[in-house]
């Protein structure tokens, strides 16, 4: 089998000569050029698996040949070498469709890390290799604006450009970033999904970056991160508007360098790790009200994914019902809906998009007859007919009266003190309490947590916090 064959374009002949020794002892065939010009002659003779360029050349930009090769040589990677501290260049030759990039000075491990990464990419494309990716695609629907997001997350899972994928609670944002993993050249890797809202502060350097053994009472043997643990893959930071102040700085570090150090140890070591960050917030708001950094902002959102909103694609309906139905029913048994049931879901807004219909489905299917769903069995409450359509990033609307009733305070059902016995174990007792309520709040909302807690007159991150402390079952995605 004959060698991957690379071209380098550069104008600097010391750097040149580094990247062609280095790709030349890894086991490749390299090409090179100084020019733009040189580069098209080289692209129109042969096919490259990756395409190296700086972004200065004399007769023109790098850029230029990232756009060119995307429009032409739609199988190639190309990735741009920037200079140091040039954040700015690395974000819009990934925004033009480079692959990746990596920074001068170039340090040797990141460069290998990068090629190696092309290659699988390269590969995963050759004919015949991997499968079709509208085939293999676990967001259903035939709708517009899900099969343009389908097509945008095909060409999205080819780079490494952070993606920022936005919409509301449900809609199905952690699906999306798996399909953008499953269809990359990570696929075999980790996927890891990061609730940033769920990690108590105090721990979260721990749990981002790892720690080593006596790093800290408590540190009794060496832990990865979930840096460490997604090398390779993707890292999916969920509800990334949750991060607090310092450690998005610390966040900021780590994917500038590509190097994370953990909690006590000496030196850093380098990651490769694609970012996939979600939010149900406009983060653009959160620059400006101070809560988000505008720099990691403008580090995240390099390319941007919406995930439309369910009410907005109720086409769909029809085959989501048919998946979750049959997912419900299990294998070789039967769930359908009956008259009308359709017609009533598609009077329904949603608010907890896809996550809310599964809910609605599991439910109703709990008390239909023959695995046949009516439009009783919904418990839809009320079609609402003015429904405010909130916009896909803007914080999620003040509690719907028509769904919901009002949780007790807390207080409420403390133990008539003067009468009744006194809990044996009040820690439990009191933890029971709260399950109960926090359950409640839940089951009103359809396991809307941003709304159960604006219920409970709690944060979304104490809610989260609580739901994993006391193991409530929540559905997640
Ligand atoms: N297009 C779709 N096709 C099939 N299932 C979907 C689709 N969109 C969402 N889902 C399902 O809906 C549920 C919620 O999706 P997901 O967890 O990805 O949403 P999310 O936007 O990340 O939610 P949250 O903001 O609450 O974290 C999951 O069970 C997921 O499988």
């Known amino acids: ?41 080289r692209l129109a003779q042969h096919q490259y698996a990756l395409v190296l360029t700086d972004m200065r050349l004399p007769d023109g930009l790098g850029l230029e040949l990232v756009r060119e090769v995307n429009t032409n040589h739609k199988n190639t990677p190309i990735a741009v070498v920037t200079a140091y501290g040039s954040a700015e260049n690395a974000v819009v030759a990934l ?3 480079a692959f990746d990039y990596v ?24 004919p015949g290799a991997g499968q079709d990716a509208a085939e293999a695609s676990r ?8 099969q343009g997001l389908r097509a945008q997350i095909g060409r999205l899972a080819r780079s490494m450009a952070p993606i920022s994928i936005t919409g509301e609670s449900g809609s199905g944002k952690e699906l999306a970033a798996r399909e953008i993993h499953a269809q990359s050249s990570r696929a075999a890797k980790p996927f ?10 105090a721990l979260m350097e721990a749990e981002f970056f790892g720690y080593r053994k006596g790093a800290f009472t408590g540190a009794a043997e060496e832990r990865e991160g979930f840096f460490q643990a997604a090398n390779g893959g993707t890292l999916m930071l969920d509800e990334v508007a949750d991060l607090p102040l310092p450690m998005q700085v610390k966040l900021l570090r780590a994917i500038q360098e590509r190097r994370v150090r953990k909690i006590g140890a000496t030196s850093e070591e380098p990651v490769d790790v694609r970012i996939v960050s979600a939010t149900h917030q406009d983060l653009a708001r959160c620059v400006e009200q101070g809560r988000f950094r505008q720099d990691l902002f403008y580090r995240l959102n390099v390319i941007e994914l919406r995930l439309p909103p369910l009410r907005e694609r109720l086409d769909d309906l029809p085959l989501l019902c048919a998946a979750i139905l049959a997912r419900l029913a299990g294998p070789g048994q039967h769930a359908a809906l009956g008259p009308g049931v359709l ?14 219909l ?18 009783q069995d919904l418990q839809l409450k009320a079609a609402r007919p003015a429904d405010p359509a909130p916009a896909a990033v803007a914080p999620p609307p003040p509690a719907a009266p028509a769904v919901m009733t009002p949780v007790p305070e807390p207080a409420a059902p403390a133990p008539a003190a003067d009468t009744g016995p006194l809990p044996g174990n009040l820690p439990e007792y009191l933890s029971q309490i709260e399950r109960d309520i926090i359950q ?33 079952q929540a559905p997640e995605g």
């Open 192 to 201: 890891v999904a990061v609730n940033c809202g769920a990690i108590p502060e």
């Open 139 to 146: 967001l259903i629907g035939e709708s517009p604006a899900m």
């Open 440 to 472: 409640r709040a839940l089951n009103q909302t359809q396991f809307n947590r941003t709304q159960a807690a604006s219920l409970l007159g709690i944060s979304v991150r104490q809610l989260r916090y609580q739901i994993q402390k006391l193991g409530i």
């Open 358 to 375: 599964e809910n609605v489905l599991e439910r109703a299917l709990a008390f239909a007859n023959d695995g046949v769903i009516e439009v």
């Open 95 to 97: 925004k033009a469709g």
């Open 1 to 41: 089998m004959s060698s991957p064959r690379i071209l380098v374009v550069d104008d600097e002949a010391d750097l040149r000569e580094l990247l062609e020794i280095t790709l030349l002892k890894m086991g490749m065939d390299v090409d090179s050029a100084a020019t733009v010009a040189e580069a098209r002659a």
């Open 343 to 356: 017609d009533a879901l598609r009077a329904y807004s949603f608010p907890g998009n896809v996550r809310e």
């Open 103 to 126: 920074t001068k000075p170039v340090v040797l491990e990141d460069l290998r890390i990068m090629v190696r990464s092309a290659l699988r990419l390269s590969e995963a494309e050759a």
